[in-house]
């Protein structure tokens, strides 16, 4: 297996310290020197994974309190809030030097029969058919070397490939008022099918671009050493069944930014057109003085 996805496979397995205690190595990227919020989201729905049986999650609602120290371990404490007929529900707190970091709470329940509906997917080029990311980024400097970069091609346990980007040269206004991406993702290789492993490896890569689409505008403007960034929230819907190794299409977008904080949906739809899931979040894009 590609060793970057191992990796993070093994990180998102978590060391039992008790009945509801449990420990996550917190190293950070490879391309940063802090904890990656969607590793924290991902270890934490790994705990609450671990008290429950034969429920599988369907959404999950966290807070990011402070930044992560990426030379400690994070403990994960979980508190069985309660087991009902239908639905459990089960609260995480994530734990650095006696200090709390992090909280999640997040909801199961097992699959019933009823209504099947959701919105159509959007119409993109396969995936096959767009570039890498790192081929888009390149593209973006060669078209506007002057300009800011909006993103930085990172090393990553997913394959990531653009369907549709603005262009930092031609994009116009109307577009920087209602920013939106869509990026196919899909992890680099075939892993086992564990559905816990495969939820925890989404929530993982959900935590990817929302902030860049909320800060779209800006970071088509700022060089990204002069901004902030920081997750504040997060929320996900897990809807359908779901593979973290087969493509889906992350379709972005933002519908307000002030007082130094942006907001971003996102929807992510299975190659064959199903909605699997759903995010939010908002967070922190202030241009450093």
């Not at 907001?263 to 202030?286: W, Y």
């Amino acid at each position: 297996m590609n060793p970057l996805l191992a990796d993070v496979i093994n990180v998102l397995k978590l060391k039992r310290l008790g009945a509801d205690r449990f420990e996550g190595d917190s190293r950070p990227g490879a391309a940063m020197r802090r904890v990656f919020g969607g590793l924290v989201l991902g270890q934490a729905l790994s705990a609450a994974y671990q008290t429950i049986e034969n429920r599988p999650v369907h959404s999950l609602h966290a807070y990011f309190l402070k930044g992560g120290d990426p030379d400690h371990p994070i403990v994960y404490e979980v508190d069985r809030s309660r087991d009902g007929g239908s639905f459990s529900n089960r609260r995480v707190v994530a734990l650095q030097h006696g200090e709390q970091i992090f909280h999640l709470s997040a909801s199961f329940h097992a699959p019933e029969a009823a209504i099947d509906r959701h919105v159509p997917m959007p119409e993109v080029a396969p995936p096959e058919e767009v570039p890498t990311f790192a081929e888009m980024v390149a593209e973006m400097k060669r078209t506007a070397p002057d300009r800011p970069t909006p993103f930085l091609d990172h090393t990553r346990p997913f394959e990531l490939r653009p369907a549709y980007m603005p262009d930092p040269e031609t994009a116009s206004q109307d577009v920087l008022q209602q920013p939106h991406m869509k990026i196919w993702l899909k992890t680099l290789e075939e892993i086992p099918d564990d559905p816990v492993l495969h939820h925890t490896l989404l929530a993982y890569a959900s935590d990817y671009y929302l902030l860049g689409a909320a800060g779209l505008d800006t970071r088509f403007q700022v060089d990204l050493g002069k901004l902030q960034l920081a997750s504040i929230d997060h929320a996900m819907w897990f809807h359908r069944p779901v593979r973290a190794d087969e493509w889906i299409l992350y379709v972005l977008d933002s519908p307000s930014a002030s007082s130094s904080t942006g907001l971003a949906f996102g929807k992510m739809f299975s190659r064959d057109g199903r909605l699997v899931a759903s995010t939010a979040q908002e967070g922190l894009i202030r241009r450093r003085p």
